[in-house]
């Protein structure tokens, strides 16, 4: 089969397609036919090695230990581990994988679900990581209620556009902070309110919000905190370029702080957890209508390399997805 994999850190240049074995099957997995993939700014990081952390964290000090990128998945079930009892042959599956740039890869059985009749295959890989994220975020670290004001700080990507429709399926007033030429997207999938970052600093309108969840955490976290309601929840989902380091620094060690001497709570999600629990709230949100997937791009398997590019100059409107072609697979 073939697969996309990278030996050395560096750009969308050092991503090269090879001819390998399709992946050993364990007792708990299921081998996918991969229809579909998305990429992700895990993955990006991932291949740049522009966080330093990646390294410390199990990537490879000096070279990745693992050559696969990709963790969204959709396509059919090729294979099962002789464990597993939830899914056979030629179901149409999505969730996360491991080394989902490739022909075929292998997931675990509890990070798949069965994927909706109505949903395409590119719509299956555009959730998992950005509309978990999206989802853990707003109800596991916000606490988001019924009528809250929530605010979404980077509403264009693709962690943002699922964290207003999910925000809204909650029941909240959802601000929308975006560039200009996003602002129509995020009115067409529900905002009630829009902020072009161009021209104004939401951060000293005087506005309160009772829930700020910062996709692009660009604002030093005491300008977050000044526009947060007394007992308002802020927090940090990512961030861009240099404003990583600054922002990941602050959510960790000044969050907490704050959090202690009064009724504001401030800090940072941790990577989301893909688990089938949240999956299968994810379909039910898609089949009521509720969330649909949006896609800038979708990008030929022979260019993923471009398609981590487009994602790294940092102005995907949505997902961008890999579309496998079936009758080229060995």
């Not at 947060?228 to 060690?253: D, E, I, K």
């Amino acid at each position: 089969m073939k697969a996309f994999l990278y030996h050395k850190y560096g750009s969308a240049d050092v991503l090269q397609m090879e001819e390998v074995e399709k992946p050993a099957l364990r007792d708990n997995e299921v081998l996918v036919k991969v229809h579909a993939a998305s990429v992700n700014a895990a993955d990006w990081h991932a291949l740049s090695a522009d966080i330093f952390l990646v390294r410390l964290m199990g990537g490879g000090l000096l070279r990745p230990k693992d050559p696969r990128l990709g963790i969204d998945i959709a396509g059919q079930v090729e294979a099962v581990g002789s464990s597993v009892t939830q899914f056979q042959l030629g179901d149409e599956v999505y969730g996360a994988a491991d080394g989902s740039f490739a022909e075929y890869a292998t997931a675990r059985e509890d990070r798949l679900v069965l994927k909706p009749a109505a949903m395409t295959f590119e719509e299956a890989a555009a959730i998992p990581v950005a509309a978990l994220t999206a989802l853990q975020g707003l109800r596991d670290s916000g606490h988001i209620q019924p009528g809250q004001k929530v605010l979404i700080y980077g509403a264009s990507g693709g962690v943002g556009t699922f964290a207003m429709q999910i925000a809204k399926s909650f029941g909240a007033e959802v601000t929308a902070v975006c560039s200009p030429k996003n602002l129509d997207q995020a009115r067409s999938i529900g905002a009630d309110h829009l902020i072009d970052y161009t021209q104004e600093d939401f951060t000293r309108k005087g506005q309160r919000y009772d829930l700020i969840l910062a996709v692009n955490g660009y604002h030093p976290i005491l300008a977050y905190r000044r526009a947060l309601n007394p007992t308002g929840v802020y927090v940090l989902v990512g961030a861009s370029g240099a404003h990583l380091f600054r922002a990941l620094l602050q959510a960790m060690f000044l969050g907490p702080l704050i959090s202690k001497t009064g009724g504001q709570k401030m800090g940072f999600m941790q990577v989301a957890k893909i688990n089938q629990k949240d999956l299968v709230i994810l379909n039910e949100l898609f089949e009521a209508k509720k969330v649909v997937p949006v896609i800038d791009r979708c990008y030929p398997f022979h260019e993923t390399a471009q398609a981590l590019r487009y994602l790294g100059e940092g102005h995907a409107r949505g997902k961008v997805v890999i579309t496998v072609e079936q009758n080229n697979q060995t």
